[in-house]
């Protein structure tokens, strides 16, 4: 217990053991194992559109209107911010190793970005807004929720569409199964689906 308005996200990094939680009183909030809490992230944000957590532990972020926002959760330090004046950043993920920040913004483009330097590596554009982004366990797969009701899978090492699986309107988070088997889409009519993978061909 804690925040005071709705949840809207949540993100478990093993590594680091710790739960982020993301609401619609402008918070992230850091809670430990055993439930008890850790930290609040406030900083320069509003509503939290989206919110991803690196399995390493070192990085949170919060996408939050016009910014994202990436935080240490051991310190709650704030590291860094992208801004883009014009738009609303969307969805956010982070690669499995931690090295890299996926962003969407403004059904416009997917940018990846360096942990390191947080310099754009890559930049692709889209063609409707993104809901949600989820990486797979080896960072090669990265499915995308868009607000039309697709779902797409791409191979982030060529930037291949894999798979293009419609149907599920409106969806709110995604998850692999750890075989990469299947993929598992909720969405906010309050139903949940799962999508068989097996036939899909990775280069």
Request: proline fraction near 5%.
């Amino acid at each position: 217990r804690g925040h005071l308005l709705g949840v809207v996200r949540l993100s478990y990094s093993p590594f680091g053991q710790f739960l982020a939680s993301a609401s619609d009183d402008a918070t992230v909030r850091i809670w430990d194992e055993g439930g008890q809490p850790l930290h609040t992230l406030r900083g320069p944000i509003t509503r939290v559109v989206d919110m991803a957590a690196s399995l390493n532990g070192q990085f949170v972020a919060a996408a939050s209107n016009q910014n994202v926002h990436i935080w240490n959760p051991q310190t709650a330090d704030l590291l860094h911010t992208i801004n883009q004046p014009d738009g609303w950043y969307t969805a956010a993920d982070f690669s499995p190793n931690g090295q890299v920040l996926v962003t969407a913004y403004d059904g416009r483009r997917l940018e990846s970005w360096d942990t390191t330097t947080w310099n754009r590596k890559d930049l692709i554009p889209v063609n409707a807004q993104v809901q949600s982004l989820e990486y797979n366990a080896t960072g090669r797969l990265l499915a995308i929720a868009y607000q039309d009701g697709r779902i797409q899978i791409r191979d982030t090492y060529y930037r291949l569409l894999l798979a293009d699986l419609v149907g599920h309107p409106d969806v709110t988070g995604l998850s692999f199964s750890p075989d990469d088997g299947q993929l598992v889409s909720s969405s906010a009519d309050g139903s949940i689906r799962i999508w068989d993978l097996s036939g899909m061909k990775i280069p």
